[in-house]
């Protein structure tokens, strides 16, 4: 029987599922084998669409086809299918699972009971230095730090619920986006505040987007074919949450994401970094709990707000960064400099603090990955340093995980990168399954 690994990466804007199976031909392999792959995105600009992605399957199929989603052996791929009335991460992920059950080109998946693994993005794992089984006692602690990260711990604990509910036999493990900062220095991660106050209470820069810069790492090092213990880049993980990191020798040095992920960048429907005191000005209610606080997550209005009603949401009425890229109108082109501002400042520091030896700067995430007049702009804004955009390379970027964008001879290098959360976990299930094996974790949870 195949191994599958469902690979689910919640995102404050999409849902992000693909369905690999261990390589049978080589059980040693740390490369998962890619079936599938599903999205669900637009959750914060509905309606909602799915994109969806079956590979070619690679032996032949016992039963005759009759895929509702095109000829079983054959790739097959939809774009755009609107899903309806999804505005939850939790029900994505119920929509996507429904979806893969039904694809009779997908046999692999018409015996759940195969799905043995099925790992989840949780963005803040407070000082979770690496992923763990998810038993009652991660389940709670994953809550009690869901009002730190009010946009993504709650949506992906529901996933992890409903897992439970319909895959009981899968063993859920999570993937933690600060992990990847465990190494930012003292100095780096420290506020300027009452230091017993911040020990008690944990408040410090955790950072997020690592299992994306992780990948990043692995990338880029191949691409460039370095070691990563000598790879100094400026990623810039852009995407409905944004946020820039300085890698130093294939470490964190630096993130611009803080205590939560609303420092920073700004996102989607997220301020990124103001004066704290702004929003005392802006509502007398600031300190008051938010009418979307439950008795598993307290946020007041003020992180309401900050979190949910700014951003591009904000000054344009519009989460889609393609759009405000596009449309020329007064609003999309304040957000639009605005948004290169904020990241030329972060650029600009980390070219600092790695005293200038960077091997690339990096763009990844939907609009790092998209978004060609974004690139344009900020690369052109850094021309200073010594990057220089390839106009041709950048507007019709090439098939590959990592690609140049820069121009040939320019200082440092420029480059893309398909940043890809799903198989950085799977990755991890295939590195790490032995130890849980021998531990004997079962993963399971009552769900809370
Ligand atoms: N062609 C495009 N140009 C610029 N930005 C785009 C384009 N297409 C999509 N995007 C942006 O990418 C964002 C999604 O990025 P992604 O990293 O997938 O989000 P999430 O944070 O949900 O994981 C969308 O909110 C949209 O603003
Ligand atoms: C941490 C974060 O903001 O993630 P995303 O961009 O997926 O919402
Ligand atoms: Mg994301």
Redesign the pocket.
């Known amino acids: 029987m195949p191994e599958i690994i469902l690979s689910i990466n919640a995102?404050?804007?999409?849902v992000k599922v693909s369905v690999y199976k261990a390589s049978t031909t080589d059980p040693s392999s740390r490369n998962p084998v890619l079936l599938a792959e599903a999205q669900i995105?637009g959750l914060t600009a509905p309606p909602a669409t799915l994109k969806y992605e079956r590979q070619k399957q690679d032996s032949p199929l016992d039963s005759p086809s009759h895929s509702f989603a095109g000829k079983s052996k054959e790739p097959f791929k939809i774009k755009g299918k609107k899903v309806g009335d999804i505005t939850s991460q939790e029900d994505a992920f119920k929509w996507i699972l429904d979806w893969l059950k039904k694809d009779d080109g997908l046999p692999e998946l018409q015996d759940i009971e195969d799905i043995r693994y099925t790992c989840h993005r949780v963005v803040h794992g407070g000082d979770y230095p690496r992923s763990q089984v998810v038993d009652e006692d991660t389940y709670h602690h994953i809550e009690t730090l869901s009002d730190l990260a009010p946009l993504h711990n709650a949506p992906a604990l529901s996933i992890i619920r409903a897992v439970t509910k319909h895959l009981p036999h899968a063993t859920n493990v999570a993937y933690f986006d600060s992990s990847f900062h465990a190494t930012i220095p003292p100095h780096i991660h420290t506020y300027p505040i009452d230091q017993e106050i911040a020990k008690t209470n944990q408040l410090r820069k955790y950072g997020f987007h690592g299992i994306s810069y992780k990948f990043i790492v692995n990338a880029v090092a191949d691409h460039l074919s370095k070691p990563k213990s000598s790879l100094n880049i400026i990623a810039l993980h852009l995407?409905?949450?944004a946020s820039a990191c300085c890698i130093k020798a294939g470490q964190s040095l630096d993130t611009s994401m803080g205590l939560t992920p609303l420092a920073g960048l700004p996102g989607?429907t997220r301020s990124g970094s103001i004066d704290p005191s702004l929003v005392f000005h802006f509502t007398h209610e600031a300190g008051m709990p938010s009418s979307s606080s439950s008795t598993s997550m307290r946020i007041t209005r003020a992180e309401e707000i900050l979190n949910k009603q700014s951003g591009w949401k904000s000054l344009t009425g519009t989460?889609?960064?393609?759009e405000i890229?596009s449309r020329g109108t007064p609003e999309c082109e304040l957000a639009f400099a605005i948004f290169v501002d904020r990241v030329l400042g972060y650029v600009a520091s980390y070219f600092v603090k790695l005293g200038g030896e960077v091997d690339a700067l990096v763009f990844s995430?939907?609009?790092g990955e998209?978004?060609f007049r974004?690139r344009k702009s900020v690369v052109e804004g850094v021309r200073c340093l010594g990057f220089e955009i390839d106009e041709k390379r950048n507007e019709s970027i090439e098939e590959g995980v990592v690609v140049d964008v820069g121009k040939e001879g320019a200082r440092f290098r420029t480059l893309v990168c398909r940043t890809d959360e799903q198989l950085q976990m799977a990755r991890g299930v295939l590195e790490e399954r032995g130890r849980w094996e021998e531990a004997g974790e079962s993963g399971k949870v009552g769900g809370g």
């Open positions: 995102g404050s804007s999409s995105e995407g409905s949450g989607a989460t889609d960064f393609g890229s995430g939907g609009i998209r978004g974004l």
